[in-house]
């Protein structure tokens, strides 16, 4: 006696049997293996996708990947660059001819001196003037004058000397040569030296002889002078020497108590009041500030070794007014204000590691409005709030260790490492992808300086014209970039400077290709199987309906069934598109509702067959509803070839859905394999240059509708069978 | 053969020799044993009948003689012609050349010396082309005659297979069946073939031109134009008719071979004994049959020793563990069984019925019923022709069925058996006329008139049922036997309680002899047999206790040793309840074997009817005596002469005004052709007819004379 339960048991046992059989022949065939094999790669993928991509692939990579620096000069200098330098100084040149000059420290030939080198297409070098021994300092500086505007003077020193040349091009600008101004020899060693180029003058010094002020300025009235800075190091000790930058007399020399390797600071450029500028030195724990008539300012030890100083560049121009007084202090993981007028100094915060570098703003307004420290992997931007505090207002990753930050204007930087020679171009410190351009130069670099006036120049025919240049020293080389990066598209990497892995590179719209790709599976596999299964169904129901009634109805069903047949689905859909918003619950509406006349068409010619097999009759004769004989004998007959429309009406589906997809009627913000391809239909040529973006959407969109004639193919066997197999 | 028994002038007069063939066909199950070790021989002149159940190879022999077996065959064994070996499983061509030089030879053996009629040939003419031009194309192939040679040769093989020769520039779809089948004949005659195979020549035909067919073969035979003949088929009448020789195969070997009066009157094999009794024939008149019990083997796994033993009556252990050679009986007579000597006739005991199953009260009635199905030549004559053309399927039938009894309706196809069958179950609706539903004896309703929600139309279809012709066909091949036979209880709504239904499908399924029982519950259509298939059939037409079964031709497509045990159950049902049967038939035999009462019909008349003895011991219209006569008779001397009947089966289109059977009746006269002939009857026994019988006979002289 059995039970409901066991019955339907049962039932469900012999119908799994059945179908087990079937399977076994599908599986035969090798077409419908390959075919199963590939729809299941393909929905594992598509389960998988949210574990593989993470995140909305349009949301972009990060734009330090796919921009890069537009090289303007990358020249290998004919002479040898003093490496332990390894510093650029430009100013302008004369102006008349518009060249522009760079100066660098070298050797060539035994000689060593500074090299003078053209920042032009035509750039050359040629050596300024000699020193005896290797540079170790030397500054390009300008001084104010008004007749001998933008002349260069070169200062540089030696181990035991200090030189001051003067730098002349000629008129048209094709040669530049160096006169002497003054030169001396220092008793002890040079530690480090610096220029300050427009201190206010206090008074003509006694032993400042005419000559030397004629020479230097025509304008007795001109109220500033350039001091000259020396650390000399002798037998009793470190001293601070200061001379009279065109005669290289010593004004005065001081004695240093320091505690490390010393770095002199000079605020006072273009100061009104002479009794304001300062040279600070620092060292070790101690730090020293002298006023350039030679009076002690201040005279601090810290608990720490001080790091770095970073004064804002316009804080040259204010006197030390409040508020243009406090320049900022590294030491350690800690950054402090030091006030330059009494050197006490403040806390205002401490990083994770060590403060590699300072980089601020301008700062004509006071307190910078942009300032930067580099600490481990991160950069933090800092600024003072409401409350007068400094706090930490924005912070990303940096894809190197930066110990150099160089500020250029309206909050943009240049980080970069000069030891591995990576450079990055801070745009904004404040948005999600805050960098523009990186560079790496696999060598150790010079500090790069900025180019203030625009020069135009070619590369590959186009004008790169107006926009201010980097030029840094690498190696031999000396290597100008423009401050805007160019996008370009990337190849498969698995090495962004940002730390993504693109296994697909990117495309015209600098997105992942590879997320986009992956991201595509569960869209488009949904829309086929949504549209493929909803028309069956329909078709089905429909079929069932024309086949089994005969008569006026099912004629009339079956001319509407053709009428709907014919009407082009691609205007229709452009026009509902319009109407209601282009989405793909819409294609799959309009496809199922257009696409199910096909499959009719192959039903009824079954369902009218079966109709007139003898068990209908018997069934008749037993009384059974019609709706009962549908579903009880003419679905479970119609089972093979129902599978097989479904799979040939998925692939179906969505090759046509793909199609809408590369006309762009769906909404971008869906990846689709067609959306990944719409952005070549204008445009054929980029198809041979992003290889990578348009291979994989053909390759998996091919695959998938194989696939399913495969299937379709297998499933040929089981509902077909034939004696010895398919020839 | 024994080969002792040949002697030197036999061997030189040798046409065909097949020598120890076997066939085995590769399938994906196994391998399937279709023919095992046959010798045959055929001399010049000789014909050769093959008997035999479906499945027992003899098509397959047919098939090999023409080497026309398909890739998967495994031949090994010769035949030759004229000893020349062509089929030769030990020569086999080996290369590219030899293969080429076999193919020359068998073609040349095709149709010119060896020719076949195919089983169903008459389905195998191609629609589009002409009969004459089909024939030519043999010419066209074989020979390099011109056009008007080919023409002349075309003509007279027409007439030779006994048609007109305007048949030549007709299709296929004019012809009627049995010119069709003279046709092939014809097609198989034309290069004068030494050997004309015959495979089931008159399967699908009606008994009449059955008939004539067998004429036509006999008169080619006597005539020298057929010279040596293979003829095979089921049915002993057919084969001794036209046969010298029988050779009796069952699952793949011969069981006895000889002479006709050999196998027919003095059989030495129980096979062939059970063979040939087990369906009934009209000189047999009711003697109860029992058909064979078991089923063939299965031809994939063949059993151990004798094939036939686990249905054989004379068996014994030895019967299953060696199988038996040719035994010598006597003079060409060779018999394969261990008993052949010592045989004993197996008669089987007639189980006893009560004889009161018959009530008199009546079931069902029909009066003046008619049903016509319009033609729709095209829109305009649809709508506007005033005489649309239909077809008149049935025209004023009356009959009436009593409870408990088995009414036999008779005729040929195209008769509108079929459409009557299906006016009284209900799925045609009748254009005119009444059908009758009893209760019982006072209280009846006019089914036609009823809607189809009316509780006494549904009381009336939960009392009929029926059991359709084919069992291929009327099972659903996706659902299990107890889903089909418990069809009619879901329709019914006669219980929604599982376990009844379980109960009740069980009972139907042991009333109709499937055993085991629970088994045969879960079995789908592909695992049964063609016979258990039917049995399912009427497992579904009593599970609800009708009381009224219409059978529409149920035993067409069996197996002739299943027939006789399928109407054994027919009957044994009807006596156990009660019920009321219609068994419509071709077959005259097993209508007379099971009916009380017969009705014959003709193009949609009824034209006699009465007590089953009565009509087939004295018929009274000539359509009834030309059928009757023309039933073969196994008995070698039989001869049926000539059969008072003209022509084919005419189109229920354009009827006659007057009698239907105008145009075919020998004895017509004038008035025939206007009016409608009335009923004469005495008591039970009527026919419809301008003439009595003495004034039949006198116009038959007449018209003899």
Redesign the interface.
Known sequence: ??T?TK?LK?NIK?KLNNVRKQFKVFYRSWYGKAGLYILIAFIIVALLAPVLVHGNPFSGIPSEDYFKPVTMEDKKLNFTVESSLNKISATEGEYKTGSYYMFTAGESGKNYGIFAITANDSGSSCLLFKTNGTVTNFMAFAPESTSLQYLTDIFASSNHSLYVYNVLCSSSGSSVKALPVAHISVNGTIVTAMVSTNSPRFGQPSFVTDEVMAATSTVDSCPYGSYTYAVVENNTGMYLNEYYTYNLHELWSHKLSLTGSPHIYFIGNNFITPNSPEVIVTGGKNIDAWNVTGALLFNNSYSFNIGQLAIPAEYQYFDLKPGYQDAFMSSGNSLYILNLINGTRTFIYTASHTIAAIGVSRGSHGFPSDLIISSGNYYYALAKSKTGNVQVTGESKLPFGVNNIEYYHSGKFLLSNTTTGQMIYLINAFQKYPYSWNSNLKASVGNPIMFEEPYSFKIDNVTYGSGPTIALLSGNNIIMYSFEGNPVSLGPTFHTVSGLILPLGTNIAHDNVFALFIDSFPPDLEVGFAAGIMTILISLVVAMFIGYYSGMVSSFMETLALSIFLIPTLPLYIVLASVLGPSLINLIFIFSLLGWPFVTFSLIGIVRSVKT???V?????????TL?IMK??FV??M?TLLVYLTAINIGGAVAAVSSFEILGLVSVSIPTWGGMLSSFLGDFYSITVYPYATIPPIVALTLFILAFIFISRGIDEVANPT??GRK | MIEQEENVYQKSNLLLDIENLSIDFKVYGGLVKAVRNVNLQIENGQSLGILGESGSGKSTIALAILSLLPENAVITGSVSLYNDKYVDSENKPKNKRGLKLLDQKLRDIRWKDISMVFQGAMNSFNPVYTIGRQIGEVFRIHTDLDKNQIEKRVVELLKDAGLTPAVKDSYPHELSGGMKQRAVIAMALALDPKIVIADEPTTGLDVITQAEIIATLKRLKQSGRIKSFIIISHDIGVVSQLADKIAVMYAGAIMEYGTVADIYKNSHNPYTIELLKSYPNLSNARQHVEGIPGRLPDPANLPKGCKFADRCYMKDSICTTEEPELQYIDGMHYSRCYFAKNITQNYPKAPNFANNYIKNTKLIEIEHLTKNFDLKKNIISALYSKDKPSVHAVSDVSMEIREGEIVGLVGESGSGKSTLARLLIGLLKPTSGNIKYYFNENDFVYVNKLKSNHKDYIEFRKNTQMIFQDPFDSLNPKMTVFNTVSEPMIGNHITKDVMEMQEAVKASIANADLFPVEAYMDRFPYELSGGEKQRVGIARATVINSKFIVADEPTSMLDVSLRASFMNRLNKIRIERGMSILYISHDIASVYYLADRIYVMYLGSMVEGGKADDIIKSPLHPYTKALIKSVPNPDPSWNPGHIDIIGEIGNSIDIPKGCRFYDRCVYRQKICKDTVPPVKSNGEHWYKCHFEQNELEHLKNEGYS
Not at chain 1, 617 to 625: D, G, T
């Open positions: 006696m059995k409901n019955i049962d012999f097999r003898t068990f009759e018997s069934a008749k004769v037993s009384n059974i509803k009962s009880r004998h479970p007959n089972g004696l010895g």
